[in-house]
């Protein structure tokens, strides 16, 4: 057989990532935002890293006695509000990493620096966590307790496993009642996937369905603007964000104005109301666990395993990159040690 002849060996030089030039004329924070939304990012790291670079700014300004732009700063100023975090914050190591890639951006992609040291800074390593998980038990429980209006969306995230905000952002055309499955666009990563749509939540999900409908139908009859779409497709498709298959499948009650486009529109139902319907649910069912919205994806994974489904299913359900990931849940399923007898029991 003869041999493969050689590629094109050019197509496997790694390019530099392209790299926007921000407006000199604007603010420092209007640059970084200009530069998020050339890379795409999304509205939660916009905030969050512009959050932490009015912080820095803010730290040069009280070490230095006067303003500083951050491209005159000290490279050892980086270390130090770091170190501040750290020790007298007490931040997460999570927290302290994201303030580390927040800084990074400003220098290399917004500034085009590369600030002297900036590779050499170690983050913060992260503990291992065991995660919280209720017995079968104690999930009924907790869904017997919930709010009428939250019910089948706390079933929901227990069924699927999906995240919080992936389930807040499903729309109308990502449940598929026929084949029972549900696309999740979008998850974290960027990445889609499938995973199933419990039978029995059916006949909820139908309800939901009719009340978002006559949601959307109330916004039509008023002229509201429709509803965001990713990467621009309202250009491209005008009128897709007043589409019935765009619409949240979760819609928010109130109206409200979008931060970057300005318009009034309806949003998804807000994370803080489930959170919010989840702590209540806890309380009056009695349960000594902190139970959170995301406690419950780890009871389904944790319980899937347990049944004996097999870690690689698990794995792509949960959408995880790392099978290792996964593994997390072994070492706190019921029979994590079986075969093995306490000596106390004899």
Not at 121 to 127: C, D, G, H, L, V
Not at 206 to 214: D, S, V
Not at 226 to 241: E, F, H, T
Request: charged letters at 25%.
């Amino acid at each position: 057989m003869n041999p493969t002849p050689d590629r094109d060996r050019s197509s496997f030089i790694r390019r530099p990532k392209e790299r926007i030039l921000p407006n000199p004329n604007l603010k420092l924070a209007d640059q970084c935002r200009e530069v998020l939304r050339f890379r795409h990012m999304s509205f939660r790291t916009e905030k969050a890293y512009l959050g932490w670079v009015e912080r820095f700014v803010r730290f040069c300004r009280e070490e230095s006695g006067t303003w500083v732009h951050p491209r005159e700063c000290d490279p050892a100023l980086v270390q130090a509000f770091l170190t501040r975090l750290a020790v007298q914050g007490q931040v997460a190591a999570s927290t302290q990493n994201q303030a580390l890639n927040a800084l990074v951006f400003l220098y290399r992609e917004v500034l085009g620096l590369n600030l002297e040291g900036l590779d050499r800074i170690e983050r913060a390593k992260k503990p291992k966590r065991l995660p919280v998980v209720l017995t079968r038990e104690e999930c009924h429980r907790l869904f017997a307790a919930m709010d009428p209006a939250m019910d089948v969306f706390a079933r929901l995230l227990y069924g699927t496993g999906l995240r919080l905000v992936e389930a807040l952002r499903l729309r109308i055309q990502d449940v598929d009642f026929g084949r029972g499955l549900i696309m999740v666009r979008g998850g974290k990563g960027d990445k889609d996937r499938i995973t199933m749509l419990p039978q029995s939540l059916k006949e909820g999900m139908h309800r939901q369905l009719t009340l978002a409908r006559e949601v959307w139908e109330s916004d039509r009859r008023d002229g509201l603007a429709g509803v965001w779409l990713p990467n621009a497709l309202d250009r491209k498709y005008p009128s897709a964000g007043v589409s019935w298959n765009w619409f949240w499948f979760w819609p928010s009650r109130e109206r409200s104005r979008d931060p970057r486009s300005g318009l009034i529109r309806r949003h998804h139902q807000l994370e803080g109301v489930v959170q919010g319907a989840v702590r209540a649910a806890s309380k009056r069912a009695g349960l000594a666990k902190p139970v959170t919205p995301h406690v419950l994806r780890h009871c389904f994974a944790t319980h899937l395993l347990e049944s004996g489904t097999d870690i690689r299913s698990v794995q792509d359900l949960l959408g995880h990159a790392d099978v290792a990931t996964t593994q997390i849940y072994t070492h706190v399923m019921a029979n994590a040690g079986v075969g093995v007898r306490s000596p106390l029991d004899g």
